[in-house]
RNA sequence: GAGCCGGUAGCUCAGUUGGCAGAGCAUCUGACUUUUAAUCAGAGGGUCGCGGGUUCGAGUCCCGCCCGGCUCACCA
């Protein structure tokens, strides 16, 4: 293996040292059981039941019927606990996060044996060969005939009754956090369904799984800042994809009428409990259809992935209840209306058509709340930038008020429809309102869950987005869509009307967990380097930064 | 980026007014052939996140830094 020079780990700079008194214990343990005779890491051991197989099959034996047939079993899983009382003693064995208790006697398995056993240690591998029977209590377990070991842990585990607690040891070594939290292990089992549940969905529903470029020469499909990298053979400047949306739709073009893809989206932005720099998105693309076809598609699709990973479609959310299978509708500027407030103040929906209507909406609601960084006002001939503040086209405007005015209310399943033009570059105008398009986004518990529009398919119209989404660029906006003239070429081939959505899928799957954070459903957050180096690596060149 | 909270034995956590560094589990030694958070008797184990400062004396008080969590801001 070989690293590129600016990765070479710098000399003993990031040795993390565990080397302590009990892992010389266990390591002086596993040279005893080799003295034995065992392989200290042998290959395989082939066993005949799982665990939970195990469960399945002699769960309902009775003691008697088990004394008399002794069903044979050659089992294996990892000790969670060890209880040894003398010339015999127990042992229990989890493998795939179910348990069994072993029972191991010096009689029955020998001296040998035996000397392993009491060599052995919690967090150990072991395979078992013997038969099912009931102890005295009536416990389900295998009474051991011969053992073999399989690894050893070498450092020791959490300890077994609060489990790993830290939450950043349960993010830095999320194997120790699955193997003694069962919820965590849950939670990333759960994460499998929900996916599995969609594919099923989607394929049923004649959809294909396609993958598109991670890397791509011009990041597109969202606004976000983009990771940016370097192609060395061709000196070519790539960047990580921010969606895979572009990609999809000239799918949609080649005649892939209906297309998906599940898999990361990075940008390049903050962290919180809600963001994490990479993610998993689904995106999916139906040609023939309108965002009206996608809200009922939506609102099949998330109960049936809730009922595959949990069961149901009721979740526990911080104090309340949600109901995934119950959807209310509104539109953007309708919401703004129903959750204000405020009776005296209320706005009427035709208020969001004029600037300067919205403009007293706004400063209405930026006085009601004087704590809150204030909603941006929408411009209005000559007050392009009032008082230090910039004003911003109306549509910006009213998207930010819904935001402030809106989300935090948006608990229970919730579509919101038709947003402002200025703010949707890609998405398909109303037919009969031109300053909005026809786009939805579900939010659930507080959080935008997945955002879906009728696609634009016009190519002029498509350069004339872009070209405002420059002008906005001009006037400071960071994150801002590019031209995509190979895009707008794709387009220009004719694209039947589509309609396309993107789910998050980690926060889809913090709603069935119940998890607060993002971190909760990601299996390797990312986090600040553990191991500050003591010294800087030298750093000949400058960095990228 | 700001505010608040946290970092003490392998793990989970106490630590009083600044006065010898503690418990449970785990580990080690011994006893124990149906236990199950096994039990009983004994033992070992610490860079109190890192670096300064105040003090006769700092886990504890002060300053700086590192890592993490939460909230807010930024961003969408």
Redesign the pocket.
Known sequence: MSYPAECTPADGASTLS?E???YE??RE?LKQIEALGYAAYPNSFAFTHSVAKIHAEHGESTSEALAESKPPVLASGRLQ??????????C?LVQAGQRI?V?V????VGDNAFELYK?L??GDSLGVTGYI???????L?I?AESLTFLAKAL??????????????????QRY?DLL?NAESRNIFIVRSRVIQALRTALDREDFIEVETPMMQPMPGG????PFVTHHNALDLTLYLRIAPELYLKRLIVGGLDRVYEISRVF?N?????R?NPEYTMLEFYQAYADYRDLMNLTERLIPEAARASIGGTIVQWGETQIDLAKWTRYSLREAICVFWPEESSRPKFADFNDPRHTALVVERWNQMNPG???VSMPIVEGNASLGGAVAVPLGNSV??LF??VC??HLTQPTIIYDFPVE?SPLAKNKPDEPAYVERFEAYIGGM?ILNAYSELNDPEEQRKRFQMQAEAKERG????HPIDEDYIRALSYGMPPTAGEGIGIDRLVMLLTGS??I??VILF?L????A?PEAAPEDGAGSGE
């Open positions: 565990f302590n008194e009990l214990q266990r343990k606990a060890i209880r040894r009382q003398g010339k015999a003693g127990f229990d208790q029972y006697r010096k009689e029955a060599l240690d919690l029977f009931r102890t005295r209590t009536g416990e377990s009474h450092l020791p585990m959490p300890e077994k009754w609060h489990g790993l607690q830290e939450v950043e040891a349960r993010y830095r120790l003694s969202a606004l976000a800042r940008r932005e903050g962290l919180s409990t963001h809150a960084s204030p998207l930010h935001e402030a989300e935090k703010v935008e906006d960071q994150e801002t607060r954070s971190r909760d957050p986090l600040r380097p553990e500050a």
